[in-house]
């Protein structure tokens, strides 16, 4: 199966060890990856802020990147939710309109893919550690996926999965929101971190950079004593001898 | 000034608000019961089959009467007229005011009751009455205890005291009307009843909202659990209703449905205590209804939203399941949105009633988790106004520098060899402020980040060359 890699700009800046693991995950699934030289950022940023115009700047850029790919697989649920809002972004513009439909359809979050496409989820992935699962708001609101990461986790062994009190708040991220509104999403990501201490996890498992960022930035400034951790790390990690 | 909260700009608000540590306890825990209390009413509640069907049916009512709004309010005016009573089309706040004021003198009032309605806050409707000599008494009993507190304002569309404990209400029940009892609910509860009763059998007008009029019959429905609403339109031989000019369904059969989704959203009721509907009946010899019933319906900037793509925001039916699972009101209460709409549907409707003047930050006030849009039970998609609203005010208002960094944004965005270049060059660039794989204090808009968190450290910005090597063999080393 081909499958084109849109490593989100978070990623390639910050997290290329994720992007990493996502590349070898799915090639161990079979996976012949290719990864669009002409891919940059979502638009997100842009877009959430109010400024349509530079976000259909960037939003260009990634679908005259991807038009041509069979599946589109990315590491983070909000980027995939961005590409699937191009058909409104371009809704007055009837070339890109249809041109950002063929993208939006091919669009899968990373897990998503695993389980609803390739329709495998066993990956004989181990790791050993007390943790729990930040449910990040645009893959479980936008995209509507709710049980592919946690189909994918409790195969991972040796792994304890604890549940995570008001999983269903926002973390405070929020792209621009985190700067522009600083003191409430201070607030927003202090009780994300208390709920993920109080949890008594250990590790912390997301789906999202941009929540990731948020929340082990806070967690690490408070220097508690737990890992953050992307999904692919994890469903990458290996009892030796398997496949 | 009567839809307005506060005289601080939005910042200083919003400070306010989160040294409020009682207000935000009394938040987030009245957010996590009302989230269970909702549940238990709509999807885990057989006798509901699929909530998802209901919100579509809703959504499709609510669409289908916006669409179609001059016909209903025409046959809801005429209807209600049929049946003698009066309806006034008021197209700004003062025009009702003005209205129900020359009610109030012709009448010769003196003692006005009201039920809880937010479209009479809206409308600065009680400092109206008091200034053509009318005593105004607040009879539900969260608005009674905003009253005599010194006229506090709703933090809350559905529960407007919501930022008050039962310590501080039998404070003020203490400091400002006698009370000697204790903290107890019932007893304060008890109190307002006794404080109420006289007042309901002495008032010459009655006042109510108005959750939905029914336009083939002409009646308007309130949906209530203290039964103070009856009191109100009972004893009182005028009785004046406001509305909001979109609150109407067509017949009794979408009443049902919106009845419906509106009890169990708003508290995860099944239905309230009561549901009153009341039509005009006006006789000589009337006795338990009305001698004059006057509907005010209001346009006061919703006109506006029509044929825009704010237009669904119209749909609200005022339940605030979207404000009960709003992470940002969860810590900054209903007061730092300085309107008396609050949460995600006060910052939908506030910039489109009040303008982006007043109220054009309130969007902003979000993180887009799109939690409002989930909730809503007619399926406003809130977080996409937020947006639309953003688009409109940036044009208008932006700082320079932001529109600027966007622009840059937008070039670098569309541009992958500038992107390549940033990407490698941002190592070098950012070392002087790594330590320990993180930046703890950065620059520019970034110091608002690492003022509570630590931005991570740019990787080697190699995943492209990796990913070459990777394809042609070159293992998986990077």
Known sequence: MKVSLFVTCLSEMFYQNVAKDVVEVLERLGCDIDFPKGQICCGQPAYNSGYREDAQKAAKQMISSFENSEFIVTPSGSCAAMFKEYPELFKEDKEWHERAITVADKTYEFTQFIVNVLKVEDLGAAYSA??????????????????????????????????LANNYDCCGFGGTFAVKMAPISEQMVDEKVRHVEESTATLLIAADNGCMMNIKGRIDRKGKAIEVKHIAQILNSRVEGSV | MAMKIGDKPFFGRVDDAL?????????????????????????????????????SAGEEIRRH?????????????????????????????????????????????????????????????????EEVGCEVYETDLAEYILQIDDHDRPSHIVVPSLHKNKEQIRDTFRDKANYTGTEEPKQLAAFARSQLRETFMQADIGVTGCNFAVAESGSISLVTNEGNANMVTTFPETQISIMGMERLVPTWEELDVMINLLSRSAVGQKITTYVTNLTPQVTEDS?????????????????????????????????????????VYRHIGGHAYGSIYQGPIGAVLSPILGGYEEYGELPFASSLCAACSEACPVKIPLHEQLIRHREIYVKEKAKTTEKLAMKTFGIGASSPSLFRLAVKGMPTMMKPLVKDDSISSGPGPMKLWTAVRDFPAPGNGNFRHWFDNHKKGGGTDG
């Open chain 1, 130 to 163: 007390r943790a729990t699962y930040h449910t990040s708001c645009h893959m479980m609101r936008l995209l509507k996926e709710t049980e592919a990461p946690f189909k994918l986790l409790a195969n991972v062994k040796g792994l304890e999965l604890l549940p």
């Open chain 2, 19 to 55: 040294k409020d540590d009682f207000m935000r306890q009394a938040m987030s825990s009245a957010q996590d019961r009302l989230r269970g209390k909702k549940i238990s009413a709509t999807v885990e509640d057989e006798l509901v089959g699929d909530w998802e069907e209901w919100r």
């Open chain 2, 65 to 129: 009467t916006l669409e179609n709004l001059d016909f209903y309010l025409d046959q809801l005016s005429e209807n209600f007229s049929k049946r003698g009573g009066h309806v006034y089309f008021a197209a700004t706040a003062e025009d009702a005011t003005r209205y129900i004021q020359e009610v109030a003198k012709k009448k010769n009032a003196k003692k006005v009751t009201k039920a809880k309605s937010m479209v009479t806050e809206e409308i600065g409707l009680n400092e109206a009455l």
């Open chain 2, 287 to 327: 006795i338990d209804a009305p001698k004059e019933f006057h509907l005010v319906i209001l346009d006061a900037g919703r006109s506006k939203a029509l044929g825009t793509e704010f237009q669904s925001a119209l749909h609200c039916i005022r339940c605030a399941a979207c404000v009960n699972v709003c992470p």
